[in-house]
Structures are given as C-alpha cells and as structure tokens.
Nanobody, 123 residues
C-alpha cells in the first residue's frame, strides 16, 4: 500500500483544514487507518484512527471534538477534518495503514506510512 497525504497549509487559529490521504491498491478496506503528527523537537503522536468499515473512530484527547476522521473505501481515501485549530496543532501530519488494528494507538503497529503534510497554525 502506498499512501499520499495532502491538504496541509497555513491557517489562522480558529480556522479549519481538511487533510486527505489517498491509498493505492485494492485492499484498502482491510486496513485500519490512522493519522499521526510530529511537531518540531517532539515525538510523533497519535491523532486519530478509524476502523475498516468507518464506524469505529478514535481520537487523542487533545483533538477530540475538533477533529473528525472519515474514510471512503470506494475511493481509497481517509480524511481528517480539522476545526478550531490551535497553534499547538502545528506539525507534520502523517497518515498510516495498519493491517492488525489491535494496537492502533502505537506507531509501531502501522505497516505503511505516507510522506507527511505540513500544517501550520498561526496565532
């Protein structure tokens, strides 16, 4: 599976952005999908994840209520709608695919990673 993330950019605090991750291959629906982010000088951290059918979703406490993850298995895409953005959301955002789906909070559980897209939130 190859993943291509897009949609990052510069936005003012309180604004919104929608990230998208396009996946290659015909087995997209068999992967648990996640979004992670890495701010300068910090470790990569979990942001959100979504189950195979799109019904189950999970969020880090820091983004709960502001971010929404969704997927379209027909189009092989997973999106992250980000609202009420804060300067502390500034990071490179990565999408990732996990065949297992059991340890989706852990980076090490994911088998494939996209290249990352920069999100910068100005105050």
């Amino acid at each position: 599976v190859q993943l291509q993330a897009s949609g990052g950019g510069l936005v003012q605090a309180g604004g919104s952005l929608r990230l998208s991750c396009a996946a290659s291959g015909r087995t997209f629906s068999s992967y648990f999908m996640g979004w992670f982010r890495q701010a300068p000088g910090k470790e990569r951290e979990f942001v959100a994840a979504i189950g195979w059918s799109g019904i189950r979703t999970y969020y880090a406490d820091s983004v709960k209520g502001r971010f929404t993850i969704s997927r379209d298995n027909a189009k092989n895409t997973v999106d992250l709608q980000m609202s009420s953005l804060k300067p502390e959301d500034t990071a490179v955002y990565y999408c990732a695919a996990d065949r297992g789906g059991n340890e989706f909070l852990q980076m090490t559980s994911y088998d494939y990673w996209g290249q990352g897209t920069q999100v910068t939130v100005s105050s």
